[in-house]
T-cell receptor
Framework: AQKITQTQPGMFVQEKEAVTLDCTYDTSDPSYGLFWYKQPSSGEMIFLIY??????QNATEGRYSLNFQKARKSANLVISASQLGDSAMYFCAMREGWNTGTASKLTFGTGTRLQVTL | GAGVSQSPSNKVTEKGKDVELRCDPI?????LYWYRQSLGQGLEFLIY????????KSGLPSDRFSAERTGGSVSTLTIQRTQQEDSAVYLC????????????????FGPGTRLTVL
């Protein structure tokens, strides 16, 4: 079974509008972390935002916010006031296990390509 | 400071040849990860290092793949007898290993090595 599912292969949004990118996850571990990364056409992976499974509030980072619905196992990324520079691939990822200071791999979804239009 | 660097940026090789891919992590980052991204796909975990040891090699696709890390710094991913299905972008990431809930140890990615096997 897929651990991270991103059901939107591509999305369009007009400049200055808000957009939600969907992510659902599957884990039996009560301790986990969820990450969103942006990958522009240049190829580098840019960390955007993080949500821990025990965090009480939804994470926010500038124009990015994470709509975390634990019971539904979803962690959707919301980008407000879209800009042309937001056009990129967006990946949702999960780390299982509590952050005890040990290394742990990320499991990635297949990504959503976002195109911001004028 | 300097980010994660990888070399070469592009590598074209013939089927059956061996290749070595290099990763220089961010100074002081204890953890180092290798991922593979095939065309249009998400990232696939290969291996990670904590210091010089590799607690999780579960993502290595076959025994043709190996990796080492020396001095807690530079890592080399070696692919022996390359096959066409090895063609992909190989991404390296590093992270600090701070314990605790607010220290989510995000992974910082390098620009990748694009490997093409003819």
């Amino acid at each position: 079974a897929q651990k991270i599912t991103q059901t939107q292969p591509g999305m369009f949004v007009q400049e200055k509008e808000a957009v939600t990118l969907d992510c659902t996850y599957d884990t039996s571990d009560p301790s986990y972390g969820l990450f969103w990364y942006k990958q522009p056409s240049s190829g580098e992976m840019i960390f955007l935002i993080y949500q821990g499974s025990y965090d009480q509030q939804n994470a926010t980072e500038g124009r990015y916010s994470l709509n975390f619905q634990k019971a539904r196992k979803s962690a959707n990324l919301v980008i407000s006031a879209s800009q042309l520079g937001d056009s990129a691939m967006y990946f949702c990822a999960m780390r299982e296990g509590w952050n005890t200071g040990t290394a742990s791999k990320l499991t990635f979804g297949t990504g959503t390509r976002l195109q911001v239009t004028l | 400071g300097a980010g994660v660097s990888q070399s070469p940026s592009n590598k074209v090789t013939e089927k059956g040849k061996d290749v070595e891919l290099r990763c220089d992590p961010i100074s002081g980052h204890t953890a180092l990860y290798w991922y593979r991204q095939s065309l249009g796909q998400g990232l696939e975990f290969l291996i990670y290092f904590q210091g010089n040891s590799a607690p999780d090699k579960s993502g290595l696709p076959s025994d043709r793949f190996s990796a080492e890390r020396t001095g807690g710094s530079v890592s080399t991913l070696t692919i022996q007898r390359t096959q066409q299905e090895d063609s992909a972008v190989y991404l390296c990431a590093s992270s600090p290993l701070r314990a605790g809930g607010f220290s989510y140890n995000e992974q910082f990615f390098g620009p990748g090595t694009r490997l093409t096997v003819l």
